[in-house]
């Protein structure tokens, strides 16, 4: 079992940065995939970006390529996203999750542990 609290949305401008953080409790988190996901009113979540449980692999949808970096601590039992160059269409809430299926995977229905999410907005 792990739980799972987002921090570091806000509302900034179109070209601004953000870095969006998640704290989890729990003594299994540095065997856990993680990943980040989004989701905008209206529309189905997506994925965002994952990274192994070591934090040696990541994978990123098209979209956030080369904007955005997922980093993880696991000493700290942290995970982090790094958002540059935000865009209109970044704006979601965005949430933290681990697989606890141990795997390598942006299917949703792999993750097993959610957090609450945090509000990002960008401004036009």
Known sequence: ?????????GLVQAGDSLRLSCAASGRRFSNYA???FRQAPGKE????????????RSYYTDSVKGRFT???DNAKNTLALQMNSLKPEDTAVYYC???GHYSFTSRIDSYDYWGQGTQVTVSS
Request: net charge negative.
């Open 34 to 36: 993680m990943g980040w």
């Open 45 to 56: 979540r997506e994925f965002v970006a994952l990274i192994s449980s070591s934090g040696g």
């Open 1 to 9: 079992q792990v739980q799972l609290v987002e921090s570091g949305g």
């Open 70 to 72: 997922i980093s993880r």
């Open 97 to 99: 999750a681990a697989d």
